[in-house]
């Protein structure tokens, strides 16, 4: 069967068409600035020339109606028509305390999303626009809802009850739910199969850290703790976010400087992390090489992101009782060898040691932990979209 996986973000939709036969890739496809001039369609198939369409596509509607055109091109012969496409998979950021799995998706499912929207102010409603157009446009096809938040719904009450009064949570959900979820599940279980190991018995340390960072303790299959919280906001430093600091500063910078609450939003999601201290970009690729030419404030934003991402690691090898393999994905994780090396320095004490020539490999799984070390480390490519695609033929074929 082939699956179409669709991750729409506010002004941007990201999509891929896998066949689940054979778990390939067939597209790989990205729309961007849809609602804002100068909108763009730019789709891949291995081998062949990317298909591109410029036009104006003022709302989601149109940008997956460009979609559906783009994956019928003849120029990439993928599939003659939209009847051959058997299943869609949609990313849904949040699905707050009721979805500790995916969910085939109807109209009661698409209200309790709904419901989880004011969780998610910026995340859900683009997914939630998604999964309707796409209803309306192959309203025979069945659709399922796969949640970011879900895998950690395994956690402890004590890693994800806030220590604020009881109540709040009681009252309006403020807890920990944590994100990148389908991310952790992938990495965790892929790096379980390439130790041929049960994952029952695995303590593993995953680390995704891309545009957004989070690191997440898994300990026999399930999620017992990870950084990020109640948004995404929280737990280490990231590229443009802050990650956790003490709230303070929040009515500090309100009451004595005469921030607004809109101010300080856009400050700590889009002004800190990797960015706010460098001032030159929020992209690692940027910084490391201003750190490579000297620039101090790059060098102390690197070294900052190391140290939160060290403790992070430490800590929760020390809530697990001890680590069996600690994991890398996403953009940096995947991509730097330095940021892997710095991030670890200093833990060896855990009982690894790191292989300079196997850590130099970008882009593909990889141990880079000498094969005497007691704890394996790996660099693993995340696959979110594939992990998408099997929720989805799973719960469809039980319907
Ligand atoms: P993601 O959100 O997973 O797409 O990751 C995006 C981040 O990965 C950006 O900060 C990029 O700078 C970073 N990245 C991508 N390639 C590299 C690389 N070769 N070295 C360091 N960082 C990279």
């Known amino acids: 069967m082939k699956t179409l996986v669709i991750n729409c973000g506010s002004s941007s939709l990201k999509y891929q068409l896998i066949d689940m036969e054979t778990e390939k890739s067939l597209v790989q496809g990205l729309v961007e600035r849809i609602g804002i ?23 989601h509607k149109v940008a997956i109606e460009h979609v559906l055109k783009a994956l019928i091109n003849k120029d990439h012969n993928i599939i003659q028509s939209m009847d051959e496409i058997g299943a869609v998979g949609h990313r849904v950021v949040h699905g707050g305390e009721k979805y500790s799995h995916s969910v085939v998706i109807d109209d009661e499912v698409l ?9 998610a102010p910026l995340h859900n409603p683009p997914n939630i626009i998604g999964i309707e157009v796409c209803r309306e446009l192959m309203p025979n096809t069945p659709m399922v809802a796969v949640f970011d938040t879900a895998f950690h719904q395994t956690m402890p009450k004590e890693s994800y009850i806030c220590p604020l009064p009881y109540e709040l949570y009681e009252k309006y959900g403020i807890r920990k ?35 957004g960072c989070s690191l997440a303790a898994v300990k026999g299959g399930k999620s017992i703790d990870t950084s990020m919280g109640f948004t995404p906001l929280a737990g280490v430093m990231m590229g443009t976010r802050s990650g956790s600091i003490d709230p303070s500063v929040i009515s500090y910078l309100m009451e ?43 060098k102390l934003a690197l070294n900052i992101f190391h140290y939160k991402v060290r403790a992070q690691i430490a800590a929760y090898a020390g809530i697990m009782g001890g680590v069996d393999a600690i994991v890398f994905t996403a953009g940096i994780g995947e991509n730097s060898s330095v940021t892997r090396k710095e991030c670890l320095k200093g833990l060896e004490f855990l009982g690894f040691e790191i292989d300079d020539e196997r850590n130099s490999v970008r882009g593909k799984i990889q141990e880079i932990s000498t094969d ?24 469809i074929s039980n319907i």
Not at 44 to 58: R, T
Not at 111 to 119: A, F, M, P, R, V
């Open 177 to 211: 739910y944590g994100f990148h979820g389908t991310s952790h599940m992938y990495v965790s279980q892929k790096v379980a199969e390439v130790m041929e190991k049960d994952i029952k018995d695995l303590k593993i340390v995953t680390c995704h850290l891309g545009n």
């Open 37 to 59: 001039e100068g909108s763009i369609l730019t789709q891949k198939v291995e081998g062949k020339d990317k298909y591109i369409i410029k036009e104006n596509m003022p709302n």
């Open 372 to 395: 005497n070390s007691k704890v394996k480390v790996y660099e693993i490519p995340t696959n979110e979209e594939l992990m998408i695609a099997r929720d989805t033929v799973k719960l």
């Open 256 to 298: 004595v400087h005469g921030y607004e609450i809109n101010d300080i939003n856009e400050i700590l999601n889009k002004k800190s992390g990797v960015l706010g201290i460098s001032g030159i970009s929020s992209d690692f690729r940027d910084v490391l090489e201003e750190a490579e030419n000297g620039n101090e404030r790059a």
């Open 111 to 119: 209200e309790s999303i709904k419901e989880c929207s004011s969780l």
